[in-house]
């Protein structure tokens, strides 16, 4: 079982920046792709796909929207993965959660159905 703790949320003026981690624990995700979410306010049944890296940290993707202002990373020996977000705005106010898809060495994936265990969420808030 691992368990995943989130961190780095806040309230933030447009503009500004924000770095979130995810934090592993119970077992190594080392090995695995991860990805961050995240719900957006009025959207509580969706978990919107945000960004995701392979298990190397060499293949990464992004939702067209954060691309070029959002950087996520990994550090496999602290079993933790990272999202950078500069320049935020109003529309990235959401909670965001990190998430560990099961496949071992697999390509990391856009679809929330592809990810098997999630954090709690660290709430993000973007004033204009």
């Known amino acids: 079982q691992v368990q995943l703790v989130e961190s780095g949320g806040g309230l933030v003026q447009a503009g500004s920046s924000l770095r979130l981690s995810c934090a592993a624990s119970?077992?190594?995700?080392?090995?695995?792709?991860m990805g961050w979410f995240r719900q957006s306010p009025g959207k509580e049944r969706e978990r919107d796909f945000v960004a995701a890296i392979g298990w190397s940290g060499g293949n990464t993707y992004y939702t067209d929207s954060v691309k070029g202002r959002f950087t996520i990373s990994r550090d496999n020996a602290k079993n933790t993965v990272y999202l950078q977000m500069n320049s935020l705005k109003p529309e990235d106010t959401a909670v965001y959660y990190c998430a560990v898809d099961p496949s071992l060495f697999g390509r990391p994936t856009i679809n929330s159905d592809d990810y098997e265990y999630w954090g709690q969420g660290t709430q993000v808030t973007v004033s204009a």
């Open positions: 119970g077992r190594t995700v080392s090995n695995y792709p």
